[in-house]
């Protein structure tokens, strides 16, 4: 049986006139005898709504009701494309996440799938039903409602893909039509890449791309299953295909694939602490308790016994961050705590690192051309990062993307 899944993401689901132009699309492929599994995003702007509802009561909502409110934006989009299919005489039926057991992990709010029941989604096939499945979420042991963390859709509509042995797994968009060399809409000359590898994708989407979930992205490596990102109503593109890098075809490898940028996070200083055993993990044990998730960290040479400690946190958690080395000052003994939240954090991104030396550098000289100042550097096997100001980002983008000949 070639099975076919296609995830349509919110803006795809938009408004009535859109979910009806999607389910005539599905009629016409339904003419080929496709099977047709179809994941869907919540109506775009739906989750931020629900969440503002949650925010108005609980400033640390309880997680399970978190979730049974939060995942009701893909039961609506889901049931409407059913109906809409029904109406134009195409057999529909939204099987939730109870029905085909989407197991998860217990947490909510950032759950994980763990396995996918397909007996009913093929029962449904052989019968010629297109089945459409609300993404973003599973059933946990306790059969409570769990979510995939933002953008889970992605990831619900991979692991549906493995699960069901899927010929292919498109994901649509309305916004964008594919990956781009970086964010058309920060720096209009972005290009739509052809190809591009799981690792460069994987490494993208945690560096501030929100085209694709990195859950997703990281299923789809292990599972080896190529996806294509491509646009929903400009069916004749088409798209990007996030793939294996050694099946990609050789003329399409570059040294940097794209340029990711991170709004995001904030760093924090701390300064003249004592240089000794320890020090390091009496700081971060405390936040890393705390569930925060620190990303790049730097310390300086040591003078006179202290030492300066950087490192960035997501904005979100910095003043959570400071609470805790301010609780902590005691044991800690530094003089200062520097907190800067109008930090971007830039990276380049390419397979070709791994074989192409002097990389950096030119990153290093394409921003001083530009006179920027960079405050932190990380580098990893394929990406180089670089915190800046924020306000220096357009010029960043614009200086690098020319540097690595990306347009
Ligand atoms: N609706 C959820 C979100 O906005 C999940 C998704 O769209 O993939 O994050
Ligand atoms: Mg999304």
Known sequence: MKIIVQKYGGTSVANISKIKKIASNIKSLKKDKLNLVIVVSAMAGETDKLLNLINSISKIP????????????????????????????????TLGPEKINILTTNTHMKATIQSVDTKEIKKFLKKDYVVIIPGFQGINNNRDVTTLGRGGSDLSAVAIAGAINAEKCELLKDDVDGIYTTDPSLYKRAKKINYISYQEMLEMSSLGSKVLQSKAVELANKLDIKLNVRSTFNLEKKG?????????????????????????????????????????????????????????????????????????VPKEDVNKTVKIL?????????????????????????????????????????LAKAKINITMISTSEIKISCVINKSACKKAIKGLHREFNLG
């Open 62 to 93: 309880n997680g399970k009701e978190y979730d049974n409110i939060i995942s009701t934006g893909e039961r609506v989009s889901s049931s409407l494309l059913a109906m809409a299919l029904m109406e134009i005489n195409i057999n529909a039926i």
């Open 240 to 312: 990007t295909i996030v793939m294996n890098e050694k099946e990609i075809p050789t003329k399409e490898k570059k040294i940097v694939s794209g340029i990711t940028h991170d709004l995001k996070q904030a760093k924090i200083s701390i300064i003249g602490i004592k240089d000794t055993p320890g020090i390091a993990s009496k700081i971060f044990k405390p936040i890393g308790e705390a569930g925060i998730v620190v990303d790049m960290i730097v310390q300086n040479i040591s003078t006179q016994g202290e030492t300066d400690l950087t490192f960035t």
């Open 326 to 366: 301010k609780e902590n000052k005691s044991k800690l003994t530094y003089s200062d705590l520097i907190k800067d939240e109008k930090i971007a954090l830039i990276s380049i991104v390419g397979a070709g690192m791994k074989i192409y030396t002097g990389v950096a550098t030119r990153m290093f000289t394409a």
